[in-house]
C-alpha cells in the first residue's frame, strides 16, 4: 500500500511544472509579508494556475497535512481554511478540482466588483 502511494505520487509530479524550477518561491509565505515574499508568492500561484498537476498536489497537501509552502496554489493558512470548512479525512482529486475551480470562479467575481 504504502509503495503504491509513492509510486502514484511520483506520476503527477512528474508532470508538474515546478519540476524544473527551484522552490524558492513556493516557500516564501509568512503571516507578516515584505513585498519581496508577495511577489514570489504571485509567481507561485500563477504558476500552479498553469500547472497540469494542480489537483494531485494540492490533494496531496491536503492528505498529507503540509504546513508550510504554496501547493496547488494555495498557501498554508488558505489550506487550513479548506480543511476548516470540508473536515474531511481524504481529499479525493475530483474535490480539489472543484475547490480549485470555485476559489478562481470567486476571485474573478470579486475583482469584477472591485473594476465597478
Ligand atoms: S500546483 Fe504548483 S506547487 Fe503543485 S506541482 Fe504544480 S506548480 Fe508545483
Known sequence: MTKYYSVVSELWRDRASCKEVGVDIFFAETEHRTK???????AAKLMCSKCKAQSECLSYALNNKIEYGIWGGFTSRERRNICAIFKLKSYTIPLTKTII???IASIK????????
Open 36 to 42: 519581496e515574499q508577495a511577489n514570489k508568492n504571485k
Open 101 to 103: 475551480n470555485k476559489t
Open 109 to 116: 467575481e470579486q475583482n469584477q466588483q472591485i473594476k465597478i
